[in-house]
T-cell receptor, first 111, second 114 residues
Framework: QKEVEQNSGPLSVPEGAIASLNCTYS??????FFWYRQYSGKSPELIMS????GDKEDGRFTAQLNKASQYVSLLIRDSQPSDSATYLC???????????FGTGTRLKVLA | DAGVIQSPRHEVTEMGQEVTLRCKPI?????LFWYRQTMMRGLELLIY????????DSGMPEDRFSAKMPNASFSTLKIQPSEPRDSAVYFC????????????FGAGTRLSVL
């Protein structure tokens, strides 16, 4: 079992819809969780971080964390074609400073 | 701040040659990470440093790979000798250990070994 798992996609949603991206992780001591967006040919850029159970909202983005079920999700409201990218989930476990990345979910927002 | 700066942006070399990738972290950051990204394996951590000291190099694929951080503002990743399977995008990232320890990535170096 991979430490951080994501569906590779592509996930296609129409413009204006809500895109829901999911990530599961295997280590129960995982402490911090991150969502990075990566456009084709570019470097990953941080869009959300979360470390407490529940929801965290930032503009059109909402991160949801459920430590009991070991999953973290990202909701993108009012999806735009410019949101089309690969979204990487990353997890940092307690006692270490390194991230474990999932392989990413490719999102396509159709105009 | 200019962000994490990597050079070169693209490197094309022949099998057997030595390759050196360079990274300048964000000023004041005390952690530096080297990653490799491929379609098949995604983003893999190779090594990371704290205050210029290597902390975890368990991701370095083999002895052909080495990394140094001689000072707080410069790090290198060297591959000698290079092989076609080393072709990938290599990213450097830096972070500051406060709160969430967020990593900021450089633009990457696209390496092609022929």
């Amino acid at each position: 079992q991979k430490e951080v798992e994501q569906n590779s996609g592509p996930l296609s949603v129409p413009e204006g819809a809500i895109a829901s991206l999911n990530c599961t992780y295997s280590d129960r001591v995982s402490q911090s969780f991150f969502w990075y967006r990566q456009y084709s040919g570019k470097s990953p850029e941080l869009i959300m971080s979360i470390y407490s159970n529940g929801d965290k909202e930032d503009g059109r983005f909402t991160a949801q964390l459920n430590k009991a079920s070991q999953y973290v999700s990202l909701l993108i409201r009012d999806s735009q074609p410019s949101d089309s990218a690969t979204y990487l989930c990353a997890v940092r476990n307690s006692g270490t400073y390194k991230y474990i990345f999932g392989t990413g979910t490719r999102l396509k927002v159709l105009a | 701040d200019a962000g994490v700066i990597q050079s070169p942006r693209h490197e094309v070399t022949e099998m057997g040659q030595e390759v050196t990738l360079r990274c300048k972290p964000i000023s004041g950051h005390d952690y530096l990470f080297w990653y490799r990204q491929t379609m098949m394996r995604g983003l893999e951590l190779l090594i990371y440093f704290n205050n210029n000291v290597p902390i975890d190099d368990s991701g370095m694929p083999e002895d052909r790979f080495s990394a140094k951080m001689p000072n707080a503002s410069f790090s290198t990743l060297k591959i000698q000798p290079s092989e076609p399977r080393d072709s990938a995008v290599y990213f450097c990232a830096s972070s500051l250990w406060t709160g969430m320890n967020i990593q900021y990535f450089g633009a990457g170096t696209r390496l092609s070994v022929l």
